[in-house]
T-cell receptor
Framework: SQTIHQWPATLVQPVGSPLSLECTVE??????LYWYRQAAGRGLQLLFY??????ISSEVPQNLSASRPQDRQFILSSKKLLLSDSGFYLC?????????????FGPGTRLTVL | KNQVEQSPQSLIILEGKNCTLQ??????????LRWYKQDTGRGPVSLTI?????NTKSNGRYTATLDADTKQSSLHITASQLSDSASYIC??????????FGTGTRLLVSP
């Protein structure tokens, strides 16, 4: 069976500090991978998605970046965090070439920028 | 502009009661609509999916309906349980890789 992991689970960082969130998927190959942010009381906002190693598509201009160094690893980074980067970050995967596009979400990372 | 609107924003019901959550969408093209349940501090989990030709889909005590003509969907929860307390998110798939998320309905089931 497939599982998706995210870490850390919670993170408190000062403004201006760097960020690295990691997501890994087990039990599948060539997944499509996604990073979402969910601000308090808001819907999920797609930040990045990737259809393969080294392939990153950005949906929203921001001070965040994403990388996919391995098939089942997806990393969300920032060089300098802003207060507005606080939120709940979710990683998700889907099977490739699927019309139903069911997103399987990870447990999330709660980021608080002070 | 592709949008998914959900109502109510929040809802409190007594344990054992039924409730219905609404989702209206203005999304084109339309591939399918999915309802997710998101427990607090967790990732969403899919409950049901409906394509254009499906009117209703059930998953245990959860029943989703879809009216593609009026672009409306509902999620009906029967005989609510405390564990149903969560946010319910309506998501419309426009096609490959493009999803439009609603902001969710926050449900609290009270004992």
């Amino acid at each position: 069976s497939q599982t998706i992991h995210q870490w850390p689970a919670t993170l408190v960082q000062p403004v201006g500090s760097p960020l690295s969130l990691e997501c890994t998927v087990e039990g599948t190959s060539n997944p499509n991978l996604y990073w979402y942010r969910q601000a308090a009381g808001r819907g999920l906002q797609l930040l990045f998605y990737s259809v393969g190693i080294g392939q990153i598509s950005s949906e929203v201009p921001q001070n965040l970046s994403a990388s996919r160094p391995q098939d089942r690893q997806f990393i969300l980074s920032s060089k300098k965090l802003l207060l507005s980067d606080s939120g709940f970050y979710l990683c998700a995967w889907t099977r490739t070439a699927t019309i139903y596009n069911e997103q399987f979400f990870g447990p999330g990372t709660r980021l608080t920028v002070l | 502009k592709n949008q998914v609107e959900q109502s109510p924003q929040s809802l409190i019901i007594l344990e054992g009661k039924n409730c219905t959550l609404q989702c209206n969408y203005t999304v084109s093209p339309f591939s399918n609509l999915r309802w997710y349940k998101q427990d607090t501090g967790r990732g969403p989990v899919s409950l049901t999916i409906m394509t254009f030709s499906e009117n209703t889909k059930s998953n245990g005590r959860y029943t989703a309906t879809l009216d593609a003509d009026t672009k409306q969907s509902s999620l009906h929860i029967t005989a609510s349980q405390l564990s149903d307390s969560a946010s319910y998110i309506c998501v419309v798939n426009t096609g490959f890789q493009k999803l439009v998320f609603g902001t969710g309905t926050r449900l609290l089931v009270s004992p």
